[in-house]
């Protein structure tokens, strides 16, 4: 996925070689959708969208074919055009209707030569016909039409259509196929022999293992039609081949920008694309009212769908004005120990904090083997620390037996920020044995140097844990006070990424 020169030219000599050879080549993820249109108003599935995909550098263009009544095989999405049903007319009944930069409706064998020895494969998706038996009529002629221009290593095949897909493998062994349907598992498709998985990217959110399992089965994954940063920016982190997208400027720069180009790769994440309590496979809990150390006023819950929920994709951690065991308030304290932990990489937390005068909600680190001794001996990592009497400022710390808030040493970070309450942000670390720095949407705010003279200033060539919590009350979180009207005081938490090199 990285767009140098060097993995272009690999990718364009893939090409040459063999369809599954580049796709295993691809420098970019791209796939325009009926072709590049949307950004210059352009007719979908037409030869002038085609080539503005191919003049952008999509790594696809994907287009729609169906076949008219003498059998022409032609571009449209729709089986009608212009209010015509396609499989019960004639080509020639059809040219009369332009498309609105004056094309006529193109035929296949127009398209796949305008994309002929173009960078940008020919994505070929044949729609469900009539009847099966049409369908693969249409499947045959367009793998006849490919072969007799000799374009099988620019052309893929894609399809709703299961039985039609079989019918191409059939014809030609080597095409690389995709299902669009999301009704198949990794092993099914594989054992049809079928390529990659094409699905709508909520199948892949309700099936995160298809991702890993395609990939350990050496399947293609594309995920159609992803329009949204924040979509696109998941199936990137998860390294999909393809992304179908109306957007491809968008993509482009979500790549661009991607962790991904940095050589970071995904090793644990937690979209919470589901419902009920927090995964037990990746959360455990701190639980009780101790006051942690800070003089806090709120009990710790362990699995309490009132202090820690999923819902419509975001983790909810609430503080609650709630009695327990003689402490006034409840919370919940989510902690990755033995079930993530890392020594160095890059962590994004997206969320939105909690408002009010008396919380104190925080993203941040413990050592998991406290190697050093008790803290702040084998340090702790802040990547965000908010309270509430200081409502447009977030922080960054660390702490370590030299740098440590008790004895006013400690190192911290803060920026300015207006929408910590009604907007979501990333909050995120990169830590190395160099330094760690301390990002604000993706933005470097503060950074620790490791001075490479001692544990006592330099802890971190340890493992850490994630936490997640909201405090109430506490040395600082309290000092002015916990408001009696803001509860129940929300976190809520769109995603969490962690990455290594």
Not at 258 to 284: C, H, I, M, R
């Amino acid at each position: 996925m990285k767009f140098c020169l060097f993995s272009k030219i690999l990718f364009v000599l893939a090409l040459v070689v063999s369809t599954n050879a580049a796709f295993a080549k691809s420098p970019n993820s791209v796939v325009a959708h009926r072709g590049a249109w949307k950004a210059k108003k352009i007719p979908e599935n037409s030869i002038a969208s085609l080539k503005y995909a191919i003049y952008i550098k999509c790594i696809g263009s994907e287009f729609d074919v169906h076949m008219t009544a003498d059998d022409v095989l032609v571009v449209n999405h729709d089986p009608t055009y212009h209010g015509l049903s396609i499989e019960k007319v004639t080509y020639k009944e059809l040219l009369p209707f332009k498309l609105s930069n004056g094309e006529n409706i193109p035929t296949l064998k127009e398209y796949l030569k305008a994309g002929k020895d173009s960078y940008t494969r020919l994505v070929c998706e044949i729609k469900p016909a009539s009847s099966v038996e049409r369908g693969r009529v249409v499947a045959q002629k367009a793998v006849e039409l490919v072969k007799a221009m000799k374009m099988e290593k620019y052309v893929d095949y894609i399809s709703f259509d299961y039985e039609m897909l079989l019918k191409i493998r059939s014809l030609d062994t080597k095409a690389h196929l995709q299902y669009l349907n999301g009704t198949k598992s990794p092993t099914e498709l594989k054992t049809d022999k079928i390529n990659g998985a094409d699905y709508h990217f909520s199948v892949f959110k309700k099936n995160p293992d298809w991702i890993a399992d395609s990939k350990k089965l050496g399947l293609s994954l594309n995920a159609w039609t992803v329009n949204d940063a924040k979509e696109l920016d998941l199936l990137i982190a998860n390294d999909f081949d393809f992304i179908t997208t109306n957007e491809p400027e968008l993509a482009f720069e979500r790549i661009k920008n991607a962790p991904t180009q940095k050589d970071w790769k995904l090793v644990w994440s937690d979209e919470f694309n589901y419902k009920g309590l927090p995964d037990d496979k990746k959360w455990g809990y701190d639980v009780g009212g101790s006051g942690w150390g800070n003089n806090e006023l709120q009990f710790y819950t362990e699995k309490d769908t009132s202090t820690a929920f999923v819902s419509n994709g975001l983790l909810t951690i609430s503080a609650n004005k709630t009695t327990k065991e003689n402490k006034d308030y409840t919370s919940a304290r989510l902690v990755t120990k033995t079930k993530g932990e890392w020594l160095n990489g890059k962590i994004e937390v997206r969320a939105k904090l909690p408002k009010g005068k008396g919380t104190w909600p925080a993203i941040w680190m413990l050592p998991t083997d406290w190697s050093y001794g008790g803290w702040p001996e084998s340090g702790e990592i802040d990547i965000m620390e908010h309270v509430g009497y200081e409502p447009d400022t977030v922080y960054g710390t660390v702490h370590t037996k030299a740098f440590n808030h008790s004895i006013g040493t400690h190192k911290t970070g803060s920026f300015f920020m207006p929408t910590p309450y009604t907007e979501f942000h990333d909050y995120g670390i990169e830590w190395d044995q160099e330094k760690i720095d301390f990002l604000y949407d993706g933005k470097k705010y503060f950074s620790f140097k490791n001075t490479k003279k001692n544990f006592q200033e330099w802890p971190y060539d340890k493992r850490f844990h994630l936490i997640m919590n909201i405090a109430v009350g506490g040395n600082w979180g309290g000092k002015y006070g916990v408001a009696p009207d803001i509860f129940p005081a929300r976190m809520e938490i769109d995603y969490v990424r962690v990455f290594q090199k």
